[in-house]
C-alpha cells in the first residue's frame, strides 16, 4: 500500500470526524484531518532539524525542525506522536511525548488539526531514510538563526507550529 492510499479520518473545523478517505483523496480535495508534530530535543536539549526526502506527498525536499506527520483513521493524537516520532528518528522505546497545545493549521498545503508535542530522545537517531534525507540537532539559537535567515525553505506548517511553540513558552514565562 502506497502513502497514497492510507486511510484517514477526515474532520470538520471543531475536529469533529466526519468521514474517511484516502491520503490521495484528501490531499488532492483539501479535506481537513489530523496531523501531529513532535519536537524532539537530544540530551543536550538540542532540537533535531531535518530536511525531507524528495520523495515526501507534501512538501517534498523542505526543512522542518519536528518530526510527525498525519494520525491513520481511529488514531489518537498521542499514538500517533509516539508512533512517528520512534518511526522517524529511528529509536525504540523513547517517553510518552509532552501534549502542549492543538491549532488548526490553514495554508500552502491545504488545512489540518495540528498536536504540537515535546519529546526527549537520549538514544542515538537512525532517522527513517524514506522520510528523512538529513539531520542534525541544533540549539535553539541556531535553530533561530536559521529561520531568521531565510537560507532553508522550512515547511509552512512546522514553521507556524514553531511559531506558535515559540509563542506558547513566551506566555508560560520563565
Request: charged share 30%; net charge negative.
Amino acid at each position: 500500500m502506497s502513502a497514497a492510499d492510507e486511510v484517514l479520518d477526515v474532520v470538520d473545523r471543531d475536529d469533529r470526524v466526519v468521514g474517511q478517505a484516502p491520503r490521495g483523496e484528501v490531499y488532492a480535495r483539501g479535506l481537513i484531518h489530523r496531523c501531529v508534530f513532535v519536537r524532539a530535543r537530544d540530551a543536550e536539549g538540542r532540537i533535531f532539524v531535518h530536511r525531507r526526502t524528495a520523495s515526501k506527498l507534501v512538501f517534498p525536499s523542505y526543512y522542518d525542525m519536528f518530526v510527525g506527520g498525519v494520525l491513520g483513521a481511529g488514531e489518537s493524537y498521542e499514538e500517533a506522536a509516539l508512533r512517528e516520532a520512534e518511526e522517524e528518528l529511528g529509536v525504540r522505546g523513547l517517553p510518552r511525548p509532552e501534549p502542549l497545545f492543538k491549532f488548526l493549521y490553514e495554508g500552502p498545503g491545504g488545512a489540518w488539526w495540528s498536536y504540537v508535542h515535546e519529546v526527549r530522545c537520549e538514544a542515538a537517531v537512525r532517522p527513517q531514510e524514506s522520510e528523512v534525507a538529513w539531520h542534525a540537532f541544533l540549539t535553539d539559537e541556531e535553530l533561530a538563526l536559521r529561520v531568521a535567515s531565510d537560507d532553508w525553505p522550512w515547511v509552512p506548517d512546522g514553521l507556524e507550529a514553531h511559531r506558535r511553540l515559540e509563542e506558547y513558552r513566551r506566555r508560560l514565562g520563565p
